[in-house]
């Protein structure tokens, strides 16, 4: 076989890995956020995804270990949402922009904020090793710049603890209870325009909650 097709059929087979696993994993975020890691089985899972049982196990090979990746995945992309913090020296426009990007997590990959906070709830017997380095490394370094910008007085004296737990509880909120802002919307979901000007008011009143416009 030359070098060329050989990989092209590597590429081939990393392209169909790629997309069995995404199946698998969308799948999972499903299961585990309707029915915690407990009640979850890797047989509802295979039938979600469309895929043999067998292909669930032979791309993660614990329930524990599909679980775990979707934990970190999602939290990744949530630490991801909070690159403004070195993109600009703004604190406005960072909090904006974690803010808004946080929400828009929310409207798009709510399973995957249930699945946190089942695990959460549960005491985060799978996760707090996880969330005791790679996310407490993260929140101390926003905390670091935070109290930055009120020595600089660019913002008020505020607890940087306290205001980082306001915007994880506010932002999750719209996917953990997004059953209960449907039955207050009148059994809707929120429209889009709803959603914006949910993001806008969130933003607003945090800003204004610590001095910033």
Partial sequence: MSA??????????????????????????????????KGATTARIAEIAKVPKANVHYYFSTKEALYRRI????????????????????????????????????????????????????????SSDYISTTVKNWLDSRVVVINRWITEGKMDQVEPYSLMYMIFATTQH??????QIEIFNNDQPLSDTQ???AKENVVRIILKGVGLS
């Fill in 4 to 37: 060329v097709k050989s990989g092209q059929n590597g590429a081939h087979k990393a392209a169909i890995r790629q997309e069995n696993e995404e199946q698998i994993l969308a799948a999972a975020e499903l299961v585990f956020a309707d029915y915690g890691f």
């Fill in 195 to 197: 959603f914006a000007e």
């Fill in 71 to 126: 934990m970190e995945d999602i939290c990744d992309h949530w630490l991801e949402a909070a690159m403004t913090f070195e993109n600009s020296s703004d604190p406005a426009e960072i909090l904006r922009g974690y803010i808004e990007a946080k929400m828009d997590l929310s409207r798009a990959r709510p399973h995957g904020s249930r699945v946190w906070a089942h695990e959460i709830i549960r005491g985060a017997k799978f």
């Fill in 174 to 179: 719209y996917a953990d209870f997004a059953r």
